[in-house]
Each structure stands twice: as C-alpha cells, then as structure tokens.
C-alpha cells in the first residue's frame, strides 16, 4: 500500500503535498480515499494540505469495515499505531468517553492489523501533524455496515467533538469501484465512455454531500447503489453536521479533487475512483 521505509515515505508524501494549494484551510473533517499511495497519494494530498497543525489536538479517524461484519462501530484495542515517519497515540481519554456510551464493541488485533481504510490514513496524519507531533492523540473508529438510525445516533454521539476547532475529523472513503470483480457495472451511456458515466456517477454523489445532507445521501446510494465503500463513514459525518446545522453552526463541505485508478472503456475493465474534501466551519 505504501514504501516501508521512512525517508522514502516523506518524500513521496512531500512531493504530493507540495503540488497542491491549503484553499480551505483550516478544514475541520476531510474525506480522503484508502487505496495504495500511488494510485491515489495525490489525490489525498488535496484533503491533507486543508490540515492544520497549529490548532488540531485530537484527531478521529473514521474508517469502513471492509473484512469483518459489523452492525455497530468498533475501537481498538491498542495504544499506539506505528508508522514508517513516527509513532502515533491514541487518545484514550476519548476512548473511555466512547466506550462508556454502550455503542462500541473492541476489534481483536487481526481485524485492526487486516483493516487498511484507517491505516492508509496514519502516515498522511503523521506527516500533516509533524511540526506538532507530540501534541496530538488519535481516535481510530472502525464504522460497521450501520442503518441510517444508527447513522444517525453516531452522527449525533460525534457531534459534539466536531464541534470543537480543536479535533479534525478524516473520513476514510473510495468512491465507485467498477467492473465484474466488484460486481458493479452501472453504465449510462448518455455519458458517453465507461470511465466518464463513472465520473457523472460519482460527481452527482459528491454534489449531494457537498449539499450536507444526510437523506438525500441515502435515497442517492439507494436509487444507484453506487459501490462507495466509505458511505457509512460518511453518512454518520453528514448527521453530525446535521446535528450542529440544527444549533445554528454554519458550515460547508468542497471537493477538491477527483480521479481513477484507470479509464475504464469497456466491459472487461476495472476502476477505482477516488475524492478528496474538506469541511470548514464560518
């Protein structure tokens, strides 16, 4: 998924940021993909250039659970997630807040070591955090295959730490995957080439985030069953701004960035889309 060595790492992911504007900064929760780096390390350098270390100290990592069923969200059962750059810590002040609720169940450490949705994300964390990297705690969260009333009650449960400047929210996502081995093969031809259907598919997707509104999103995924892996995630962040919006807290999500893993053109092709956002609060 990436280089092991940490000089390489930090380069590679110095290269990335350093080719890409911080126009929403400071961004309070980023969507960014999981993916190996080289397909989509420029993409995510979008989200994570919106980061600002001179205010973030907590930060929650949402990721999707892509190896094992799970109805609720799940915490880790670990202090400390090494990465190539440096180590980094997990709040476990947070973690008795959350475990307290009666809403999370543990992962046994093979399901924290197979899950790769927030452990992409801990060496872009690492890096956007390093002028202060021990100022800051992590808040790792592996989101299950949640119902939109469990959506909802996450999404009101987080609310309140995304209220604060202080913590930044990564929501760990993909967008389509498309071709017979994802079992996904939705196709307007209206678009015109597999990979640009794919693109109006995705794109009318993120316009309804942007739009902050958690319905819409559900009735979306419902009507095209669009194959984003990270839309749990997602849609607990979408009920958490819903929840501040309600209290009056003005706030709007961009899109930044958008690409394929390859154009698919015909039936035997395969893709991979990825999206980078920000979420800032006015």
Not at 27 to 55: E, F, L, M, W
Not at 85 to 94: E, H, V
Not at 132 to 159: M, N, R, W, Y
């Amino acid at each position: 998924f990436h280089v092991s060595t940490g000089p390489q790492l930090n380069a590679q992911l110095e290269g990335w940021l350093s080719q890409v504007q911080s126009t929403k900064r400071p961004a309070r929760a980023i969507i960014a993909p999981h993916a190996g780096y080289t397909y989509c390390g420029s993409c995510a350098a979008h989200a994570y250039k919106q980061v600002d270390p001179n205010i973030t100290r907590k930060i929650f990592i949402l990721g999707p659970s892509h190896h094992v069923p799970l109805s609720r969200c799940a915490l880790s059962s670990v202090d400390i997630y090494r990465t190539p750059l440096y180590d980094l810590r997990i709040d476990q002040k947070i973690y008795g807040e959350l475990w307290k609720t009666g809403m999370f169940e543990r992962m046994s450490l093979q399901t924290d070591e197979d899950e790769h949705s927030i452990e992409m994300h801990l060496p872009y964390t690492a890096k956007a955090m390093e002028s202060h990297k021990d100022e800051f705690t992590i808040i790792p969260v592996l989101v299950g295959a949640l119902s939109e009333s469990k959506e909802q009650e996450f999404g009101k449960l987080f609310s309140k730490y995304l209220a604060d400047p202080s913590n930044l929210f990564v929501v760990s996502s993909d967008f389509c995957h498309w071709g017979q081995r994802f079992r996904y093969s939705y196709y307007d031809e209206s678009q015109g080439e597999i990979y640009r259907s794919i693109e109006h598919l995705d794109k009318m997707g993120m316009s309804i985030i942007e739009q902050l509104d958690p319905v819409s999103f559900s009735n979306y995924l419902k009507k095209y069953h669009n194959t984003i892996c990270g839309r749990h995630p997602i849609g607990v962040l979408l009920n958490a701004i819903n929840e501040l919006q309600k209290n009056g807290m003005n706030m709007s999500f961009s899109f930044l960035n958008y690409a394929q893993s390859s154009q698919c053109r015909n039936w035997q092709d395969s893709s991979v889309s990825y999206a980078a956002g920000a979420l800032m609060v006015h």
